[in-house]
Nanobody
Framework: QVQLVESGGGLVQAGGSLRLSCAAS????????MGWYRQPPGKTRELVAR???????NYADSVKGRFTISRDNAKNTVYLQMNSLKPEDTAVYYC??????????????WGQGTQVTVSS
């Protein structure tokens, strides 16, 4: 029905940059909020950043000033630009979207996750 496909994860040195993307596909009428979450090794999943359809954003305190979330509504895609990366940013990153299907169907969808590893 609907799925999110992520790309852009990888290995980077501390202080480096990485850009994640996640595209939604399927029978989509509208996408409301989109966001990025992450799960460090041995820890629970946590919010990184979220963005509304009208580009209002909120960020975890730990990434403010370093990460930027954005979206392209024409492409049903959300991005996460990560700068000044730190080893503590190492985690599996997941994208999330609240999607309206046709017929007022709502889906809270998750991507498969992409590994981001920051070396010191």
């Amino acid at each position: 029905q609907v799925q999110l496909v992520e790309s852009g994860g990888g290995l980077v040195q501390a202080g480096g940059s990485l850009r994640l993307s996640c595209a939604a596909s399927g029978r989509i009428f509208n996408i409301n909020d989109m966001g990025w979450y992450r799960q460090p090794p041995g820890k629970t999943r946590e919010l990184v950043a979220r963005i509304t359809r009208r580009d209002s954003t909120n960020y975890a305190d730990s990434v403010k000033g370093r990460f930027t979330i954005s979206r392209d509504n024409a492409k049903n895609t959300v991005y996460l630009q990560m700068n000044s990366l730190k080893p503590e940013d190492t985690a599996v990153y997941y994208c999330n979207a609240e999607i309206e299907g046709y017929g007022w169907r709502l889906y809270n969808s998750w991507g498969q996750g992409t590994q981001v590893t920051v070396s010191s």
